[in-house]
């Protein structure tokens, strides 16, 4: 057995890297035998490992939302379950009150048993998007929900398959049943697709447990089991010199920022740095309330925002780990947005205030620029529940649409990039306009939407799709009234906009072509937050925003801004 104190600086490098090899193998395999649009194009899912307690080990670079948050619901469902797996077990779960982070988010977990004791030696874990599992919209991200029930299906925990029998029947309760039960919610609109998925999820993590096993019957238990604490223990090491770092570097022990989400509310972060000890205390008082909306976030996400704004600033390769959060305490104060009440809406929370909680931390941190602070979520599509209450079967396409990084010293921001928690694709044209019944006018970069600086700041995109089927379309995003920020006297970004073109039409609903008439379409602004019944030919016209820029121009010349001395 290697001494933990003293690991082998090879070995150490050589157990990571096979770590997280079985993490990208995991994704492979899910990714080959999913059938979504959002998990085998997009490539909205995470894979991990997870220490017998729940700790994070390793994963490869997938979204980084989710690997910080996973670590939650496995330790969730060990409190539940405690000792009761058994080989052949695979539990499910989605609640934010679990671990998870939005409900579309659904986690897949499987124990791994040592041969010899049958006791847990680590757990395998996938969390996958999936594009519809009710709700009282297509898509499951309804930007109206003002409750989680009118977000889709809710589990906390679910054997889904149990001593190697996949429970069809408990499933399909669920995620059919349950949902529907609410006033003006149905259940999942395409049981099957999502069922398929989940099946994938729990063949990847079976892979995982064939790869770990493997491991194990090469160096044996000791030694894996210790070098698994030794890379945690390295990535301790690694942020608490980080911390010691960014006291010199600024100065100061005493950091802060704040934020504020388009409907005014702020995101308030405090830190304190013990140089001594290489640890901080990020306090987040000050933040506003629980929000009546879906803005909120569950705790799970904002420890995930957190660890993931550590190991960007880190400038050194290290498995993105729970050895990363040692140093740190994270204090969330009860009833605030950050820590909402059990039936709060949470679908914008997971994937915008999270986006708000990274730049107020890299901004606490002086780290770069704000990002375009919003992943711009596009859902639609069709089914539920009729004006009579009837359930009709339908389907709904969900994606996320890119936006400019924000520049930092020494460099430029990014222009079409997914930023921050996000880590996924958009979907292609030709699989798009195959399989759904839009046509894409354009898709490009928005120019000059960036912030000007010494460094200048990424530019958003523009999207714009027209519809060639009646549908239900729902947008979700900020940065429609606030710009993102640009740092040490860079300016801002411009701020996205949304805008409905609906073709002018008779009373009977066909699209005006008499050229006496006025055919010209109308240009709506919808706003950040908004659901449309689209009839055909109406196009939605989406530009997302720009990253702020970095440093000062006086009198027209640029100035240098000092660059971040390497940690």
């Not at 059919?176 to 395409?190: H, V, W």
């Not at 008082?285 to 957190?306: I, K, M, Q």
């Amino acid at each position: 057995m290697a001494n933990k104190s003293t690991p082998d600086p090879i070995l150490l490098t050589l157990f990571a890297n096979r770590f997280m090899s079985i993490a990208e193998a995991m994704g492979k395999s899910l990714q080959q035998t999913s059938i979504s649009t959002n998990i085998k194009e997009r490539l909205d899912f995470s894979c991990a490992l997870f220490a017998p307690d729940g700790d994070l080990v390793a994963n490869a670079p997938f979204i980084p939302i989710h690997l910080g948050a996973m670590s939650f619901a496995v330790k969730h469902q060990m409190k539940l379950h405690g000792n009761q797996l058994k080989e052949g077990d695979v539990l499910m779960t989605n609640s934010p009150h679990a671990g998870g982070s939005h409900l579309p988010d659904i986690t897949i977990i499987t124990p791994v048993f040592d041969a010899q004791t049958k006791e847990i030696i680590f757990f395998t874990a996938s969390r996958g998007h999936h594009a519809d599992i009710g709700g009282i919209l297509p898509g499951s991200m309804p930007p109206t929900s003002v409750n989680l029930f009118e977000e889709g299906a809710e589990v906390v925990s679910f054997k889904i398959v149990n001593g190697g029998v996949f429970d069809q029947k408990g499933l399909y309760e669920y995620m059919l049943e349950k949902p529907a039960q609410y006033p003006g919610s149905s259940g999942c609109r395409n049981i099957k697709d999502v069922e398929s998925d989940l099946k994938a999820q729990i063949s990847a993590n079976h892979k995982g447990v064939q790869l770990i096993q493997s491991i194990v019957d090469d160096y044996g238990l000791a030694t894996v089991q210790s070098y698994m604490y030794h890379i945690r223990v390295n990535a301790e090491y690694s942020v608490r010199n980080l911390l010691r770092e960014v006291a010199k570097r600024i100065g100061s022990t005493s950091l802060s920022a704040v934020d504020y989400l388009d409907d005014g509310s702020p995101i308030q972060l405090k830190v304190e740095i013990n140089e001594r000890e290489g640890s901080a205390i990020l306090d987040f008082d000050g933040t506003g309330c629980e929000v009546r909306g879906n803005l909120n976030a569950p705790v799970s996400v904002a420890h995930s925002a957190v660890i993931y704004c550590m190991r960007a600033i880190l400038d050194i390769d290290i498995p993105l780990n729970a050895g990363c959060l040692v140093p740190l305490t994270i204090r969330i104060p009860k009833k605030s947005l950050l820590s909402p009440s059990r039936t709060a809406a949470v679908c914008g929370g997971n994937v915008l205030t999270s986006q708000r909680i990274v730049d107020v931390v890299l901004k606490a941190f002086r780290a770069c620029a704000a990002s375009q602070g919003c992943t711009n979520n596009l859902t639609f599509g069709t089914g539920g529940k009729d004006k009579d209450g009837v359930a009709v079967i339908g389907w709904g396409y969900y994606e996320t649409i890119a936006g400019g990084s924000g520049a930092g010293p020494g460099w430029n921001g990014t222009s079409g990039v997914h930023t921050h928690i996000t880590n996924t694709r958009i979907g292609d044209v030709e699989i798009l306009e195959r399989r759904y019944p839009v046509l894409l006018h354009r898709f490009g970069l928005r120019p000059n939407s960036g912030g000007s600086g010494t460094w200048h700041g990424g530019d958003g995109v523009i999207r714009e799709i027209e519809f060639t089927h009646e549908l239900q379309v729902s947008i979700l995003s900020e940065r429609r009234t606030r710009p993102p920020y640009g740092m040490e006297g860079g300016d801002p970004a411009l701020m996205g906009r949304n805008t409905w073109v609906k073709q002018r039409r008779r009373e009977d609903g066909d699209i005006i072509d008499d050229p006496s008439e006025s055919k010209e379409p109308r240009y709506i602004n919808i706003g950040g937050k908004a659901t449309i019944f689209m009839g055909k030919g109406d196009r939605l016209l989406i530009e997302t925003p720009g990253g702020g820029g970095w440093g000062r121009h006086i009198d027209g010349i640029a100035q240098e801004a000092p660059p971040l001395k390497p940690t």
